[in-house]
């Protein structure tokens, strides 16, 4: 049917729906959908901008608004994107979770919130110069000495130090609430390392993507040009200049927020790297990569200050660089932001911010903050005590669990309870005064339901002591019936659409050269870490292929009636504990069958305490998880799948002492497709650059290890005497029908050698895998460097010959192969992962 010939309703009709859809806000709450305080005066109808949202619709109105909120699911789901709630490597990742609607800013209420944060960030940039240099609000008093050098993030090696353009803060995040009255008012600010410039791009493409027409015609504006403002700040502020090597300093993928580093260095072309991944050599810091050391000049760091050098803060941190304060002292590299800013997020200093605005600025603060009372003063303890019923009380110092009490809503002996402590420790506690959040309207099944809100601004360094504001925003909303908005506590997000009266700034950051450049040199980059990590993704996943396919091999066997050779069982035995299906300390003598098939099932698991099939599926996961953004979400997937139901298998399993042997196999089956798809994954799926070569160079080296091992005990055992023994070698190498379709049903030794050791198109042979691992050698950085040639390390399977094979020394050469595979390792380990090859300057002068 012509869709032209059919009357369309006027899209304004949505508006009318939405009101009647909307359910009621709490009184006391300002209610963003209608444009002011919820109560009985509130007229029942839609602010203006909220009214001109809804006009934009298409002519379906509210009634797609269900399928495109499961689009924005399917689109994160697509795009991975997570947030880690309790920072575990055995805990899954739970979905970034948004919401459809976006919160609307108009220009003129955007303004105000502009100036106020613009302003503050001048006044907390003058806050830390002070206090790490001639600290004049201690002397006056304008500042309690216990909340600075009491603080312990306060960092006392960063004293005297001038940073670049003495410029302290470079991403300043703030916390603001929408007040019943309809005013912004800070509640806190962050500032060692701001999460949220990731997850805000994320949403806005999402929410984008579905609302284009309103996007456009109510002229949101873009978010492009901040983050190229950022980069081309952080590089004016380098002594390096243009030329700037930049980096974003990650804790690693157990961090709740990994997601959104790998997010932000894709987007912003920047390598990806931990604290292991650098070295202070000079004090200059160092990127170890397969090509070298390559300097770094600016680190955007997402960790902690406490974390950043063992040497100096937390001597337990694992997560820094040893030197780097040392680096950053003498001015050689640049941190986003510069260490020691912790004190900047106590809320206690709110309360102290107006006297210091008017002495470092001259100012009155633009954009208020709550009403805050240290305990820790004699009076604010008296005045806050008879505020708590009406207060909200935080921790003044951090803590590992950040409790935050909520008056309104404690009961009489959670309130004595409450009152106690704060007497007991009085500096340890400040309270604010108690704002309800306003309410923001959010699509769920079918209905627009309030939630409570509040808005994260960030402020982006554009050059020395200049800043810009973000012209957006990180939206996050409580869970239902909660009153406090935090992702931790299972709450939501939403996009932000701040208006503008002028043009529409379309700055794309890959329109920037310098970022272009930068985008092409990580390309090429491989960083130590990551080659490391995808050589042990290669030593795993074919670790994990050759136990399952020598533990599915056994207990076939084991079940069959062909199972008349000793030897066979001897060498099954001895294949089994050499790749760690059976503890070492088993009796090395031939078990029988059934004793062996219940010894092997009750090993299978990952927790077995041996490099079982469950061990190294875990191990697989686990080495995918630390290099999950160079992997495909299907590859990903899979690790996490195979892991899963191979681990849900074995505990049915276990928990049956009457399982058949057949339901073991279906398990190792099961996990063998599962582990084939991985193998294809990682042979068509990823790019051909050095970390995949990596990949491939761990295969190659666990694939000789194993079958040479194998085939060596083979020969010990005397089982290639026996068909038996001689078809179940060919099974574990893989190469079965290899072998029949060439020799057919021969036996014979010069025909075993020449499918398993010799041929060159059988990708399961010694002479290929060598061939095909010098190849690879030969293709990697450095390779010829120092008169070292790591292929030299191997055998030539240029010189193997079946009439040399034929001698005695065969069965040398399997462990020489052995052997060889265990040195290359370490010299790829010294060469390209811990550079130990290169000599290390000491870190101190």
């Given at each position: 049917m012509n869709d032209t010939l059919q009357p369309k309703p006027e899209p304004a009709i949505a508006c009318p729906q939405a009101l009647a859809l909307a359910r009621p806000v709490s009184a006391g709450h300002h209610d963003e959908l209608r444009g002011g305080l919820a109560g009985a005066d509130l007229p029942d109808q839609l602010a203006p901008?909220?009214?001109?949202?809804?006009?934009?619709?298409?002519?379906?109105?509210?009634?797609?608004?269900?399928?495109?909120?499961?689009?924005?699911?399917?689109?994160?789901?697509?795009?991975?994107?997570?947030?880690?709630?309790?920072?575990?490597?055995?805990s899954l990742q739970r979905p970034w979770s948004v919401d459809l609607f976006p919160l609307i800013i108009p220009?003129?209420?955007?303004?105000?919130?502009?100036?106020?944060?613009?302003?503050?960030?001048?006044?907390?940039?003058?806050?830390?110069?002070?206090?790490?240099g001639p600290q004049r609000l201690l002397r006056e008093g304008l500042l309690p000495p216990a909340l600075v050098q009491g603080h312990p993030g306060y960092l006392r090696a960063m004293h005297g130090v001038r940073p670049p353009g003495d410029t302290w803060l470079h991403v300043v995040a703030v916390d603001l609430a929408h007040g019943p009255d309809g005013r912004w008012r800070v509640v806190s600010h962050r500032t060692q390392a701001p999460s949220g410039l990731?997850?805000?791009?994320?949403?806005?493409?999402?929410?984008?993507?579905?609302?284009?027409?309103?996007?456009?015609?109510?002229?949101?504006?873009?978010?492009?040009?901040?983050y190229q403002a950022l980069m081309q700040g952080l590089r004016a502020l380098s002594p390096k200049g243009a030329d700037a090597r930049i980096a974003l300093l990650t804790p690693g993928p157990y961090n709740e927020t990994y997601f959104e580093h790998a997010y932000l260095a894709r987007y912003l072309g920047l390598p990806l790297v931990e604290g292991n991944d650098l070295t202070v050599r000079d004090q200059r810091v160092y990127l170890k990569t397969l090509h070298g050391l390559e300097p770094i000049d600016v680190l955007i760091k997402r960790l902690g200050d406490e974390w950043l050098d063992p040497l100096e803060l937390r001597s337990e941190s694992a997560l820094g660089v040893p030197g780097l304060m040392q680096a950053v002292r003498a001015g050689h590299v640049l941190l986003a932001n510069a260490p020691g800013s912790a004190p900047l997020e106590s809320t206690a200093l709110q309360g102290f911010l107006p006297a210091i605005s008017r002495r470092l600025l001259g100012e009155e603060l633009s954009l208020p903050s709550l009403p805050t009372w240290w305990c820790g003063e004699a009076a604010s303890l008296a005045d806050g005590l008879h505020r708590l019923e009406r207060s909200v009380v935080k921790r003044t110092y951090p803590r590992a669990s950040n409790e935050t009490e909520i008056g309104p809503l404690l009961s009489p002996k959670e309130m004595a309870r409450l009152r106690e402590r704060i007497r007991d420790q009085p500096d340890q506690y400040t309270l604010q005064s108690y704002l309800p959040l306003s309410q923001q309207p959010t699509w769920r099944e079918g209905e627009i339901v309030p939630r409570a809100a509040m808005l994260r601004v960030f402020a982006l360094c554009d050059g020395p002591r200049s800043w810009r504001v973000l012209p957006g925003g990180l939206v996050r909303m409580a869970p239902p019936g909660q009153a406090i908005a935090s992702m931790q506590s299972g709450g939501s997000s939403a996009d932000c659409w701040v208006r503008t009266e002028g043009e529409i700034d379309r700055t794309s950051l890959l329109?920037?050269?310098?970022?272009?450049?930068?985008?092409?040199?990580?390309?090429?980059?491989?960083?130590?870490?990551?080659?490391?990590?995808?050589?042990?993704?290669?030593?795993?996943?074919?670790?994990?292929?050759?136990?399952?396919?020598?533990?599915?091999?056994?207990?076939?066997?084991l079940q069959g009636e062909q199972l008349n050779s000793a030897n066979l069982l001897n060498w099954l035995g001895m294949a089994a504990r050499h790749q760690g299906l059976l503890p070492w300390g088993t009796t090395k003598t031939a078990p029988s069958p059934r004793d062996f098939e219940r010894a092997l099932i009750r090993q299978l698991g990952a927790e077995s305490g041996t490099s079982s099939v469950g061990y190294n599926l875990r191990a697989l996961r686990l080495a995918a998880g630390q290099v999950r953004e160079r992997l495909s979400l299907d590859l990903r997937a899979l690790t996490e799948r195979v892991d899963a139901q191979f681990t849900a298998r074995q505990a049915i399993l276990c928990a049956d002492a009457d399982s058949a042997p057949q339901d073991a196999l279906d398990a190792l089956n099961e996990a063998s497709g599962l582990l084939t798809a991985i193998t294809g994954e990682q042979t068509d799926r990823m790019v051909r650059d050095d970390g995949w070569r990596m990949l491939s160079i761990g295969r190659h080296i666990e694939r000789l290890h194993t079958l040479a091992g194998a085939l060596a005990l083979a020969m010990d055992s005397g089982c290639l005497r026996h068909d038996d023994g001689f078809e179940a070698v060919l099974a574990l190498f893989d190469s079965t029908i290899t072998f029949h379709f060439q020799y057919q049903q021969r036996r014979d030794r010069i025909a075993l050698l020449d499918v398993l050791i010799v041929n060159r198109d059988n990708p399961r042979s010694l002479g290929w895998v060598l061939s095909s691992l010098r190849s690879r050698l030969s293709k990697l950085p450095r390779a010829k460097e120092d008169g070292i040639k790591l292929k030299h390390l191997l055998p030539n399977p240029d010189d193997w010959t079946l009439d040399s094979l034929m001698d005695p020394p065969?069965?040398?050469?399997?462990?020489?192969i052995e052997s060889a595979m265990l040195a290359l390792s370490d010299q790829l380990a010294q060469r390209y992962f811990s550079h130990a090859d290169r000599v290390n300057t000491s870190l101190m002068t």
């Open positions: 901008d909220w009214a001109e949202f809804f006009s934009h619709l298409d002519s379906e109105g509210l009634a797609e608004l269900d399928r495109r909120e499961q689009s924005v699911a399917r689109q994160l789901r697509d795009n991975g994107v997570t947030y880690n709630v309790y920072a575990d490597q055995d220009a003129t209420e955007w303004a105000g919130i502009e100036a106020g944060v613009l302003q503050r960030t001048r006044l907390l940039n003058a806050i830390l110069a002070d206090l790490y990731g997850y805000l791009l994320e949403n806005r493409i999402a929410i984008g993507r579905q609302f284009p027409n309103a996007f456009n015609a109510m002229k949101a504006q873009r978010l492009g040009a901040s329109s920037d050269a310098h970022n272009a450049r930068a985008h092409a040199q990580q390309k090429r980059i491989v960083s130590s870490r990551s080659a490391e990590n995808l050589f042990w993704l290669g030593r795993y996943t074919e670790r994990a292929d050759n136990s399952l396919r020598l533990a599915r091999l056994t207990l076939r066997l065969l069965l040398p050469l399997m462990r020489q």
